[in-house]
């Protein structure tokens, strides 16, 4: 993340009803997103799962991170425009693995399971593999 040119995005693993936030990646590119809840956000992701520039972020000296729960994130993100989901850097072997992951004192559910037929093409099959199923 360190090498990061403005935001760079990767998948959070035990997260969310699916055990995982993440970037929905199809051929290198970002096709939408898989959380446990969009709520209508533009960029439904995890805080621990993306960073920005500190060059990037001074260049928008507008940027600010709204004070609404659950919305953190997508404003902060959003603040920061003009930026295309193009120009996102994917992370973590093209979103390809969980590195990050929430921990917490408290058992969590198993994840439900992944529509392949929705998603068998796309780096979700990858994550996947490291989620806790029943």
Known sequence: MRYTKKVSMWPVGL?????????????????????????????PVDMAGFAVSVRFLHERPKAKMPFKAGYEEDGFLKSLAPFENAEIELLANNCTEILTWH????KNNAAEKLNMTKYGDTNLVFIDRALVRP
């Open 15 to 43: 997260v969310t009803k699916y055990g995982v936030s993440s970037p929905i990646v199809k051929n290198g590119k970002i096709v939408g997103f898989y959380d446990g809840w969009l709520g209508g956000r533009k960029y």
């Open 103 to 106: 921990t917490q004192t408290k």
